[in-house]
């Protein structure tokens, strides 16, 4: 197999940046398929006629999905649906845009399948000491986000962010005086980040796009667009989004603490109570995460299943083998 990967587009540390498929690639001997990483628009016709035969196999990871539906350029979002038919297999981290764009334009067939992000197995952390309660990371992009953090914040917490410019929340944020003041990293290195990671007990996860309104205005550009489920929700200006977030708490044993949501897309690859814990209100969680932190030993059977799993199953390798084995043929 060959890989091609533009990653010009994407910030350099990134998840995407640590793939490592470079290392297993030359592993598998097919040599008529071609693995892409990078934004789907990077790889033009002329581009990919370069590097492949017309009728060899262009396998495509998108990790753009939702997002690029939001969009102002409706191109994007074309090409992300793969309108020019450039590949023959594209995984994606939305299953609901899978099975809307099976659906809608390739006659029911499977080109798009559902995918996490991985990490190579060469980048976990063999010690885990646990010294935090609990963590908050990322951007504040609407008031769940707010709420997270004020209940990490009264425990043992981490708080890393690229930084306070960087948040853009969809809606008018409501007890967010002194959060600022709990951000406890800023824009560190994704390694020192998952160090970090590995010495924390849960995590508050939402598998959530918070949507501004011009984002709906663009996702109402395209045809069909109300049949893709991921958009069920557009009056309440959200729509789901499964980030590496969930790839890595398994693999750095946190605690996954989930935010129920109409889409519950974390059940493609995990179960609640065995993998996984659901709470349905911020009110509940710090609660929860007093109770978990507190008898952490009545809940690492949870935390070592889903440790299992990632590591057998959504790592890089186990996630190529699978990439290629179910390559399409033109």
């Known amino acids: 197999m060959k890989l091609f990967k533009d990653l010009t587009g994407n910030y350099p540390d990134v ?12 592993n598998h001997p097919d040599s008529k398929s071609g693995l892409f990483i990078g934004y789907n628009s990077q790889f033009n016709e002329e581009f990919l006629s370069q590097t ?12 753009e999905q939702p997002c690029a539906y939001t969009n102002p350029d409706i191109n994007i979002g074309n090409a ?8 023959t297999d594209i995984y994606t981290i939305c299953p609901c845009t899978a099975d809307w764009a099976n659906e809608i334009y390739n006659n029911g067939e499977e080109k798009f399948k559902p995918i996490l992000f991985p990490i190579d197995k060469s980048n976990l952390i063999s010690n885990f000491d646990k010294k935090y309660d609990a963590i908050f990371y990322g951007s504040v992009c609407g008031q769940d986000h707010v709420e997270a953090i004020n209940a990490i914040s009264k425990f043992n917490h981490k708080f890393l962010t690229l930084g306070v410019n960087h948040w853009h929340p969809n809606e008018k944020l409501v007890n967010v005086s002194g959060i600022g003041n709990l951000i406890t990293d800023v824009n560190i290195h994704t390694f020192e980040k998952w160090k970090i990671l590995s010495q ?27 049949k893709n489920r991921a958009w069920s929700h557009l009056n309440e200006k959200r729509a789901p989004q499964l ?23 974390i059940e493609y690859w995990y179960n609640p109570n065995e993998d996984f814990i659901y709470f349905d209100s911020n009110d509940e969680l710090e ?11 009545n809940y ?9 799993k990632a590591v057998d199953n959504y790592t890089t390798e186990p996630i190529l083998k699978r990439i290629i084995t179910q390559v399409r043929k033109r």
């Open 80 to 87: 992300s649906t793969d309108l020019e038919n450039k590949f």
């Open 15 to 26: 998840i995407v940046t640590y793939f490592n498929f470079e290392k297993y690639v030359q």
């Open 243 to 265: 980030k590496p977030r969930v790839t890595e708490a398994a693999l750095f044993k946190m605690l996954m603490l989930v935010k129920r949501d109409p889409w519950n897309l």
């Open 300 to 308: 690492q059977h949870i935390v070592e299943n889903a440790y299992k």
């Open 287 to 297: 609660e929860l995460i007093y109770e978990t932190t507190h008898n952490w030993e």
């Open 200 to 226: 924390t007990k849960v995590v508050p996860i939402y598998n959530q796009l918070y949507l501004h309104d011009n984002h709906i205005q663009n996702i109402k550009k395209y045809d069909n667009w109300e």
């Open 52 to 63: 492949l035969e017309a009728d060899e196999s262009r396998l495509f990871f998108n990790g």
